[in-house]
């Protein structure tokens, strides 16, 4: 946790001036290794590939199940599928569904909320009804729902893959727009009466102008840090399909895949089970860590 | 002198412990309170007045904060080296606390009745149905009307003035020998300021509580006060009777306070501005060796930033901590 | 307060019929027949799908095919399961306990954690202690609960032996011993969805009372020399449990989600589990219902949620 920061009401006159959001951060330690950690995942993912080259899907019966060894350094899969090649790859798979739904979200929620905001009244009041709607929807059923109706349909539009990706990306960011919504409809209420809002209107700014110069800039923090969190979300939701069966196909080895594959087997190749999801569990710690690291450099008012 | 005071604080220092190193918020506090007596503990906001009064009750959170030396006499007995738990028996029995914000004071969560009750039970020993009683009457006392129909509604049934009226009835619930009151009036519109003061005073001659008013209002130290202490930057600057503070003030802060109340009787011309006393305090953070007001100070003269200026004591019941003033009236 | 049942519980009926729409339109707009799987299964007789055809009025205008099929939800008629042969309704009424007494004792148990680490937690903020509770809470909902569950049937089922890792509703056991192996095969399941909350609701807790701890009428109460236990418990925590309350609602929704996985990872026969199998079989009105149940479900726990916030919070009987 960040480190102490005891306030005390007695301020005066000259008392040392107060951190910028980059000291902060760096203040909070888990945030800066969770930077870190990211960082060299998203490199290996990126990168390990074409280094580790070894194909994702070369069967070799003769290595099945084989525990971590020089020629596969976490082991293979029941059809002795080298499992690094397949993290690696699954990898860059899971991280682009977790950014990629995070934008979808970011979008459509600040979409909701600037509209909502700006505009007092029946709108405003609808658009919060819905907002309120989709937060009380059970998100993993629906989820299952809206993929068990519409995953062949893509398929066929689309390819398999693509298909899944479009869809698993439009699905878990469109129900994760609300949280984002709400801060911004809450940021637009407050910074449009502060004085400088006021000033731009007294000048005549219109009010996409406004909206565009003025508002959103100051709502971006919040926004930045739910935005983090639902990366983390994503990638869970992701991974909980995949594990679940409902999500990509076995060919494209997302580490919620891996794991599906590998419940069970888990008596006899605990490795094939672990590796993935100690990589899930470290991304989505690492990005909560950040979260909660820009929360606190970005968001000072928050109490911690 | 020969009985104990009620409350006689030696040379108190207080402190808070930051990342910036430690806030010393109170530096050589002393100060006696006798029985029935209202003493006012003067100065500008940040002085330390009401870190020295939460002191007194251990109510400084700690950590941060810290009694870092000094005693606290309770009828002779150190308050300072006591538990919390030891603390409980002194506090709201003996020694009870009113709050500057009564909007924020209240628990909004529980009627004023059961706020009253609870202390009245966990003091007195009395019965569910005799503790509200009591309330009730606590509450007719300090003049909410319609008393046993309020006794059951929730703070935020109540204006601001009301609720100090609730708060100032929980504090005498147990009928304490010392009420410290921290800016009782200082969130609270002109006119029912005045009205609190004079319940204040009625309270206390009725059950002969003294009070240790903390204000940063000369005007109220006037008004109510028969003994003042006048604190500046963590320190006292003066000490003395309400009359000799007033007639002959000596240390230039109480002067330039006295100065700056408004007055309607035209005193100073009709357009003169109101006195200032220019500057601000210093930081709680640097430790000077002379007198801290110094910077602030017409008179202030090299010695005065060499040393701090000891307490002299142009008579026994007036003490003041300067080397150049002597005291005397304020020119009008 | 009746005022505010009747306004609140006809929200909830306006929120079941929001999310019936949500439900139904998603049904609706999806491409293809529903019923195409089971045109070309040959188990299935043609007039049974052709009488299921017309129930559901699939030539009509939407809007009507959505009241048709509203008023039969209403009275009951939920469908029929094609796969398990019986009633859509008895199926989902026989799957049900298990699942309210998992996600039930779960809750129960994330909140017999969370309410004593948070408030020592916050009571002692940045202490050792703190220090641990917290990096734990955030490793404890970083943590995807199927991967948990994978963990604790790795640990205390494969390796050490101590627990049955599948759950299962016709144990032959009788008496006391039903008692216990019942206790035995409940563990996982539950500690796995407590865990996970209880370390979001141990954040929650945590920051809820460290605002309320350090405001003037907790200093009030201290000052009235009230045992530090009475100021916490009376004062602080009754105080801080209110925005508590808005938040474990706020997350009803995640909660029904990860019962989903931990039904499915440890065979636990509740509705969860009921729904992955359904889409596995295409059973697509054990499907639609299922997932109305869980909306339904988080709706009404929402309302009792809003029922306890308004008990907890006297301010609001104002309005």
Known sequence: MAGPSHQTTLTVADEPRAPTSWQRFRKHRMAVVGTVVLGLLVALVLLGPLIWNVPIDKIDFRARLAMPSAAHPLGTDDLGQDLLARLLYGGRVSLAVGFAAMLVAVVIGTLVGAVAGMSRGPLDAFLMWLTDLFLALPTLPLLLLIIYLFRDALKGLVGP??????????????????????????????????????????????????????????????????????????????????????????????????????????????????????????????INFIGDGLRDALDPRKVR | MTTTPLLEIRDLHTGFHTDEGLVRSVRGVSLTVARGETLALVGESGCGKSVTAHSVLKLIPMPPGQITSGQILWQGRDLVPLSIREMNRIRAREIAIVFQEPMTALNPVYSVGEQIAEVVRQHMGLGRRAAVDRAVEMLDMVGIPDARRRVGDYPHQFSGGMRQRVMIAMALACEPKLLIADEPTTALDVTIQAQILDMLQDMKERLGTAILLITHDMGVVAETAERAVVMYAGRVVEEGTVDRLFSAPAH????????????????????????????????????????????????????????????TSPSADHHFACFHSVPEAIAP | ???????????????????????????????????????????????????????????????????????AMVQGDWGYS????????????????????????????????????????????YSVFDQIASTLAFIGFSLPTFFTGLLFILLFSITLDWLPFIYRADLEQTGGAWVWAQLRQSIMPVTVLALFQAASWTRYVRSSVLEVIRLDYVVTARSKGLPERVVIVKHVLRNALIPVVTMVALELPVVFGGAIVTEQIFRVPGIGSLLISSIMANDTPVIMAVTFVFACLVILFNLIADVLYRWLDPRIKLH
């Open chain 1, 161 to 286: 893959e693509v298909g899944v990706f479009v869809l698993i990306i439009a699905v878990v960011g469109g129900l994760r727009w609300m949280p984002v919504a709400r801060l911004v409809r809450a940021q637009f209420l407050t910074i449009r009466e502060r004085e400088f809002v006021e000033a731009a209107r007294a000048l005549g700014a219109s009010r996409l102008r406004q909206v565009v110069l003025h508002i959103l800039p100051n709502a971006l923090g919040p926004v930045i840090v739910a935005g983090t969190i639902s990366v983390a979300e994503a990638i869970i939701a992701e991974s909980t399909l995949s594990f679940l069966g409902l999500g990509f196909p076995p060919d494209t080895p997302t580490w919620g895949r891996i794991l599906f594959d590998a419940k069970d087997f888990l008596s006899i190749a605990p490795h094939w089970a672990l590796f993935p999801g100690l990589a899930i569990f470290l991304t989505v710690l690492s």
């Open chain 2, 252 to 311: 230039p802060y109480t002067r330039g306070l006295i100065r700056s109340i408004p007055r309607l009787d035209g005193g100073q011309g009709r357009h003169k501005r109101l006195d200032t006393i220019a500057g601000s305090i210093p930081s709680q953070y640097a430790n000077p060796p002379g007198c801290r007001f110094a910077p602030r100070c017409p008179l202030a003269q090299a010695d005065c930033l060499a040393a701090q200026p000891p307490m």
């Open chain 3, 1 to 71: 307060m009746a005022v505010f049942l009747a306004r609140r519980l006809a929200i909830a009926m306006l929120s079941v019929i929001g999310a019936s729409v949500v439900l139904y339109a998603v049904l609706a707009l999806a491409p293809g027949d529903v019923f195409g799987e089971l045109v070309s299964n040959p188990g299935i007789p043609p007039d049974v799908i052709a009488n299921m055809r017309e129930k559901l009025g699939l030539d009509q205008p939407i809007h009507i095919r959505y009241v048709n099929w509203a008023l």
């Open chain 3, 82 to 125: 094609l796969v398990n042969r019986i009633d859509v309704g008895t199926l989902i009424w026989q799957r049900i306990p298990a699942t309210l007494l998992v996600v039930g004792s779960a809750q129960a148990l994330a909140l017999a954690i969370a309410l004593p680490v948070g408030v020592l937690a916050a009571m002692r903020p």
